[in-house]
Nanobody
């Protein structure tokens, strides 16, 4: 059973940066494609970014390209989300998710989820 724990959320002013981390345990991390999703109050959970199991490919929701960067360190069983030039509309709970296998999936069809970390961007 894979467990995912996100850290790094917090309160930041618009234009600032945050780096989220997601530490995995209990499985073979390098076998999983990893993704970040986010959910704002009253809004469906939305895809943010994905990185394939070897870290060779990344995918982003179009509106976030250029501001957010996903990366992973398989030696540390950790995936990261660097968020720059943050905007108030980036506020929400950010979730890390893992999916076994090579298929690139940008919907919420993931096998494992973290508990989420709150990101609040003030204007």
């Amino acid at each position: 059973q894979v467990q995912l724990v996100e850290t790094g959320g917090g309160l930041v002013q618009a234009g600032g940066s945050l780096r989220l981390s997601c530490a995995a345990s209990g499985g073979t991390f390098s076998y999983y494609n990893m993704a970040w999703f986010r959910q704002a109050p009253g809004i469906e959970r939305e895809f943010v970014a994905l990185i394939t199991w070897l870290g060779t490919s990344t995918f982003y929701t179009d509106s976030l390209k250029g501001r957010f960067t996903i990366s992973r360190d398989n030696a540390k069983n950790t995936v990261y989300l660097q968020m720059n030039s943050l905007k108030p509309e980036d506020t929400g709970v950010y979730y890390c998710a893992g999916r076994r296998g090579p298929k690139v999936v940008t919907t919420a069809e993931y096998d494992y989820w973290g508990q989420g970390t709150q990101v609040t961007v003030s204007s």
